[in-house]
């Protein structure tokens, strides 16, 4: 059995998290092994992973994949290096946004399960839904609508508005 540091460990389970969540996407648009490598490689980056650690990660995960597994340590260091070159600066700051979500999202999955359940916050109860959005123009979606107070309105009032009329 081989012997890998925490870091190394970390950043072999952060490729897994970010490929079971692009391997689908990626797939459907019939785009290639390295461009997903790549995409995970610079989200890796942006989360604070060493490009070393992101070279093992790469090498340790893409190994089976490729067509000739002797290449794997070539293609780990090509993969690795890119989002620490020139080229790869400009792809990382367009990522850096996302930075927060996708730590929350590894440091989860490093966690047990136990410590897993401690951190999540109890159910609540499902949001009644508030109406057809379309029809609020500048409303976005997860925003809540505060309904009309309607207690000193008569249904007569309401049949008679210019905007049940011309509706």
């Given at each position: 059995m081989v012997e890998i540091d925490k870091a190394t460990h970390a950043?072999?389970?952060?490729?897994?998290i970010h490929f079971e969540r692009l391997w689908v996407v990626h797939r459907a648009m019939?785009?290639?092994r390295s461009t997903l490598?790549?995409?995970?490689?610079?989200?890796?980056?942006v989360t604070g992973h060493a490009q070393e650690h992101i070279e093992a990660a790469v090498r340790a995960m893409a190994r089976g994949a490729l067509k000739n597994p002797a290449d794997a340590e070539?293609?780990?260091r090509r993969i690795a290096a890119y989002p620490f070159s020139k080229d790869g600066e400009a792809d990382y700051e367009r990522l850096r946004p996302s930075r927060l979500e996708w730590v929350a999202l590894e440091e989860e999955q490093l966690l047990s399960p136990a410590q897993r359940a401690k951190l999540r916050k109890p159910a609540s109860a499902p949001a009644r839904p508030s109406g057809r959005l379309d029809i609020l123009p500048g409303l976005q979606a997860g925003e809540d609508v505060k309904p009309l107070r309607t207690s000193n309105c008569k249904l007569s009032q309401v049949r008679r508005s210019p905007i049940m009329r011309n509706g």
């Open positions: 950043a072999i389970t952060a490729y897994a019939k785009r290639e490598d790549l995409t995970i490689a610079l989200r890796l980056r070539g293609y780990a």
